[in-house]
Structures are given as structure tokens and as C-alpha cells.
């Protein structure tokens, strides 16, 4: 018998611990031994519950039980979380977390940690929740080079643009209504400013490219000023805005990796994934493009993600080889101004034809787009595929001219 504790009894803890108790003889068919949660983590008291004996307030009953071999973390952050991880590690016990702000900030000092001793440290739930993508990308697709990931990766945001594009629902009112769900939390920065599926991206990176990938270095960009005018132009370009994060190998070893909304065109796999759904694209140089796609959160989906590695630890018989990458003290993500890409911008200007002359004289050739309504004053347009950098430097020399920059988003070909 495996004897697991718990760090957290909140949504995902407490659906863990539903989990075991409700598949627990497929759980023991699967992974070769009865999984019982011996010991629950919280500072709350549960005392209305039928395992509320399991409960501790104190991390040393669980630290210093050596029956407990795997430590579940669901607590979220970094401290405790880190030092509880840290330690149990330490001292010879594998830990499962869902807690992807911890494996974006310290995930490859932990897992330097669990090889040392010989013991895993798993996190399939901290990218995808239910959807699996960790192991599939170091066992499935192992045999690949993967050159590029691009996803939607936060629920949240896609559920607002979502709500924006096919029900023309303003930014504030979709944020309200995802509140109102439980999709968005009370504040809800991380997901809207993109800090959430940034953190994702950089474990995926890191994972991909073998060296770890700081959320700190990658420059991230939300969907807050995100306008229905904005959605209108998606559709008149023949696309959709999602929320995009993307990695991919870049020159001299560097990595491009960003977070930002984009136009993405309807032919894209991605552009067809909405409301609370993720979908994950992998570009491998054997399997081509892989897409993966479900909820990505959820109290369930997530604590199913969360029990499977716990029975992968319990089917272990060492340290996994290929669930690795090395901490990186340099910095090497590129500046996002030093890569390209195509953008969508929109100005407003007393003087149109005028302006059109400033716009060629920048950009060169562009495509214009149109909506209903669209005001006189207003333009929209495409550019060619330009350096951020010189993006940059050309709408400070349209600003210049007295034109008033509204918007510019990046188009993205998936």
C-alpha cells in the first residue's frame, strides 16, 4: 500500500482526495497497490468531514511519518509550498504538485533535488489540468525535436474573448459574468494580465528546450484593452483574438518566448477552441504539428491529473530520466524587439488621407480593414512581417504626425 499526504484541502485538494476514494480499486488495478491518503494539510478545521481524523496543522507529522512516501502540494505559491516540497524531497519522498507558479520559478531545482535522491518530482497538472501534456511530451514525443509550442492556455481569458467575438460582450461585462461563474477569480490579474498562462508556457519551454525558462524573462502581455472594435477587425481579416502564449527555438541558442493576445486565422486548430477550453500545439520535426485540447482547470480534470502522477510514483521503481531540464543562471530569452511578426494596428486621425500617406511612407504596403460603423476617423490595417524594434520606431513617427495609436496586435500562422 502507497500512503500519500496532501498539502491543501481546498478545490483541487479536496478533489484529489474524492478522486482515490471514488476510483480506488481501478486506481490499485493501475498502479499495482491500494493509494491511501494518510494525512490531509490544512490550517482550517474540517471537522463535519467522515475523514476529518486524517487532518494536521503541523507539516513535521507528515516530514517525520515514513509511511507517507508522496507528497501531494495543492496549496498554491511559492512559500510554504517550495520549503515543504524542498524538504520532503529531501528526505526520500516524491512530491505531485498541481502548483504551476512553483515549477515555473524553482521546477528545475526541484527535480535536481528529487534525482539526487532518487525520487520524482511530477507536475502533469500544472500546465493543462486535465489535459495531459507533460508526459506526453518526454515519453510520447520524445523521439522529436520540438522546434515550437503555441497555446491557449488560460480558461479564463478564453471564455471573456470568447464572449467578446461570438456574443459581442464587452471586455467588463464578460469579466463580470466569468466572475460570476467561478471561472474568474475576485481579482483576477493573473489571468487577464496573461502572469497565469505565462507561467504555463515557461514550463513547457523548459521542458522542450532543456534549460529552464524564467516567467520574468518573457515579456507578457493581457487581453485587458482588448475592444469589440478589435474583434470586428479580427473578422474582417478572417480571424479570431486569443490569447496566445508561444516558445520556440530561436538563434544562438536563445528562445523566443512571449505571452500576447494575437489575430489568429480560422483555419488555425486554435482558432476553434473556446469558452473555458486550452489548446496546446507542439511542433515536433518527426510528428509535424500535435495539437492537445480540453478544460484546463476544474476541481475534477485537474485532481485526475494530479492522482495519475501520483500513480506513476507509485509504479516507479527510480528517478524519471527524461522528466528533466537544467536551471539557467543567464538569461536566454530573447528581447522580444529583436523577433518579428506581422501586426494589426488601429489609429484614429482628424486627417485620413493624410495619415494614409504617414502609414505607406512607414509601413509600405498594407492591408486595410473595415467594420460596421467604423468611424471616419478611424483606420485599421495589416502590416508586413516587421521586427518589433522597428514596430516600435515607426509608431512613435505616426504619433509624430498626430495620429493616435489605439491598438496594435500581433498576427500569429498556426
Not at 490550517?43 to 513535521?60: A, E, Q
Not at 500546465?127 to 518526454?138: L, Q, S
Not at 475534477?300 to 507509485?314: E, G, M, Q, W
Request: with cysteine.
Amino acid at each position: 500500500m502507497a500512503k500519500i499526504a496532501v498539502l491543501g484541502h481546498g478545490v483541487v485538494g479536496s478533489g484529489v482526495v474524492e478522486v482515490i476514494e471514488s476510483n480506488k480499486e481501478s486506481i490499485k488495478r493501475r498502479a499495482g497497490q491500494e493509494i491511501e491518503v494518510k494525512r490531509i494539510l490544512d490550517l482550517r478545521d474540517f471537522s463535519d468531514l467522515s475523514y476529518s481524523h486524517k487532518f494536521t496543522k503541523n507539516f513535521d507529522d507528515i516530514l517525520n511519518d515514513d509511511e507517507i512516501t508522496v507528497v501531494v502540494e495543492v496549496m498554491g505559491g511559492i512559500n510554504p509550498a517550495f520549503d515543504f516540497a524542498k524538504a520532503s524531497l529531501q528526505k526520500g519522498k516524491s512530491v505531485v504538485t498541481s502548483n504551476k507558479e512553483l515549477v515555473a520559478g524553482c521546477g528545475a531545482e526541484l527535480l535536481k533535488i528529487a534525482k539526487e535522491n532518487n525520487v520524482n518530482f511530477f507536475f502533469e497538472a500544472s500546465v493543462g489540468g486535465g489535459i495531459p501534456i507533460i508526459r506526453p511530451m518526454h515519453q510520447c514525443l520524445a523521439a522529436n525535436e520540438i522546434n515550437e509550442i503555441a497555446g491557449i492556455l488560460n480558461g479564463t481569458t478564453n471564455f471573456i474573448l470568447t464572449k467578446m467575438i461570438k456574443e459581442q460582450m464587452d471586455f467588463d461585462t464578460a469579466l463580470k459574468l466569468a466572475q460570476d461563474l467561478g471561472y474568474a477569480e475576485r481579482n483576477p490579474s493573473a489571468d487577464v494580465d496573461g502572469h497565469d498562462a505565462c507561467r504555463k508556457i515557461c514550463i513547457l519551454a523548459s521542458l522542450a528546450f532543456g534549460r529552464h525558462v524564467h516567467p520574468d524573462n518573457v515579456q507578457t502581455e493581457g487581453i485587458t484593452k482588448i475592444t469589440l472594435e478589435d474583434v470586428d477587425y479580427a473578422e474582417n481579416w478572417g480571424g479570431v483574438i486569443k490569447l496566445i502564449a508561444r516558445a520556440k527555438r530561436g538563434n544562438n541558442g536563445k528562445i523566443e518566448c512571449m505571452v500576447s493576445p494575437a489575430f489568429v486565422p480560422k483555419s488555425s486548430q486554435l482558432a476553434n477552441i473556446d469558452d473555458v477550453f486550452n489548446g496546446v500545439l507542439i511542433r515536433g520535426n518527426a510528428t509535424g504539428d500535435v495539437v492537445f485540447y480540453g478544460k484546463g482547470a476544474g476541481k475534477l480534470p485537474t485532481a485526475s491529473a494530479v492522482v495519475a502522477d501520483v500513480i506513476d510514483v507509485a509504479k516507479a521503481v527510480s528517478t524519471s530520466k527524461s522528466l528533466t531540464w537544467d536551471e539557467c543562471e543567464e538569461n536566454i530569452v530573447e528581447s522580444y524587439k529583436n523577433t518579428s511578426s506581422a501586426f494589426y494596428v488601429r489609429v484614429e486621425t482628424n486627417e485620413p488621407t493624410e495619415a494614409k500617406v504617414a502609414i505607406s511612407r512607414e509601413f509600405g504596403d498594407v492591408i486595410y480593414l473595415s467594420r460596421k460603423e467604423q468611424p471616419k476617423k478611424e483606420l485599421a490595417f495589416v502590416t508586413k512581417s516587421i521586427l518589433e524594434k522597428d514596430m516600435l520606431h515607426k509608431l512613435t513617427a505616426l504619433v509624430e504626425d498626430d495620429i493616435l495609436i489605439l491598438t496594435h496586435i500581433r498576427l500569429v500562422d498556426y
